[in-house]
């Protein structure tokens, strides 16, 4: 009975120092990437101090909600493209929504640092999110569009209205190319890594 007692107890201690590891290892760490990771994870743009007034887009916005700042604040000419894409697709049953349009710098830097947390280093990121001072998005001229109807839409037709794919890995991503009409659309890049304007 006395030898069961110590082992017994040493078990325990066992089982007890196991889970509490467990539980440790389970926080967020200390480090400015995990901690960065931990607030990409709970943050909502759209709640963000940077928030619609800097490019964040509440759900079910259309290229006709005129009192967005990411609609009302895109290049006019693409704006004007866009709406008379979204019309004829309206006619197809399709509905264009704009998940991302124009965005502030501040926004853009921001969402570089979520997606240098997210992805693990800068150059991983730079294949997703640009800088602010490349960014197509913060001189209003991209859009990011959804549904998957919307953008399979547009790749068929989007041509049509000059409205090209920029880059394969990102099939929501639509800038106005104004020869496309005519020409087609130029051949997308791999991503933006691979964009001569991302290298400024």
């Known amino acids: ?16 120092t196991a889970i509490i590891a467990a539980l440790v290892y389970a926080l967020p760490k200390a480090s400015s990437s995990g901690a960065s990771a931990l607030a990409t994870l709970h943050r ?73 947390a997210r992805y693990g280093s800068a150059q991983e990121a730079a294949r997703w999110v640009a800088t602010a001072a490349t960014s197509p998005h913060v001189s209003g001229e991209a859009v990011d569009v959804g549904p998957a109807d919307a953008t399979a839409w547009l790749s068929a037709h989007g041509a049509a209205y000059g409205l090209c794919r920029i880059y394969r890995n990102e099939p929501w991503h639509y800038e106005l190319r104004a020869h496309a009409n005519d020409r087609g659309c130029p051949p997308p890049y791999a991503d933006p890594t691979q964009d001569p304007r991302m290298q400024q």
């Open 44 to 116: 909502d743009p759209r709640h963000d101090a940077l928030g619609e007034a800097d490019g964040a887009v509440p759900d079910g916005v259309t290229v006709f909600d005129y009192t967005v700042p990411a609609v009302a604040r895109l290049d006019p000419d693409l704006l004007k493209a866009l709406r008379r894409a979204a019309t004829a697709a309206a006619d197809d049953g399709v509905a264009i929504h704009v998940n991302s349009g124009w965005r502030s710098a501040a926004y853009q830097d921001q969402l570089l640092r979520e997606a240098v």
């Open 1 to 16: 009975m006395t030898r069961t007692r110590p082992l017994l107890v040493a078990g325990l201690l066992v089982a007890l």
